[in-house]
């Protein structure tokens, strides 16, 4: 999956492999990137069965861009909306695009798509690491 020395290198948040198993390491962050460090925080990085479809991912990415706007409506001033609020919509057409917002959000946007996700299962021991998640998005949202 990762080239030798990937992790130890330190730029495992920089890079990442595309569907086809070409290596597509990127010097800036895209959505698809995040999208690859919430299956790898949730342990859903084996290629061909994810436990979550990217669809359940994208709709959770994107209540997690509406959470950002409540709470945060300053992370979208300098963007052109091209709905009412001005908050960006995530798809499959448009999940290769640079990470339109200010990268302090990146990893608050992780954390709530990792934790909402994690709610979903059954299991009664993921529920304080998803809440953990969850309040972690808030905490860093108030602190930035």
């Known amino acids: 999956m990762y080239e030798t020395g990937y992790y130890a290198t330190g730029y495992h948040q920089t890079g990442y492999y595309s569907r086809s198993g070409q290596n597509a390491a990127l010097l800036s962050r ?24 990217d669809e359940m ?32 919509e995530v798809s499959e057409a448009n999940w ?3 990470f339109p917002l200010d990268l302090r959000f ?24 998803a809440a953990g998640k969850i309040e972690r998005f808030r905490n860093q949202l108030l602190r930035v």
Do not use: H, K
């Open 96 to 98: 290769e695009d640079v």
């Open 57 to 88: 991912i994208l709709n959770t990415l994107n209540r997690g861009l509406y959470e950002l706007q409540r709470i945060r409506p300053d992370a979208y001033y300098d963007l052109f909306g091209s709905n009412f609020f001005n908050v960006p």
């Open 106 to 129: 990146y990893d608050p946007l992780l954390y709530y798509t990792a934790g909402m996700l994690e709610i979903v299962e059954d299991d009664y021991i993921v529920d304080g690491r």
């Open 30 to 53: 895209t959505w698809y990137s995040l999208i690859w460090e919430v299956r790898e925080m949730v342990a859903d990085n084996e290629f061909g069965c994810y436990r979550y479809p």
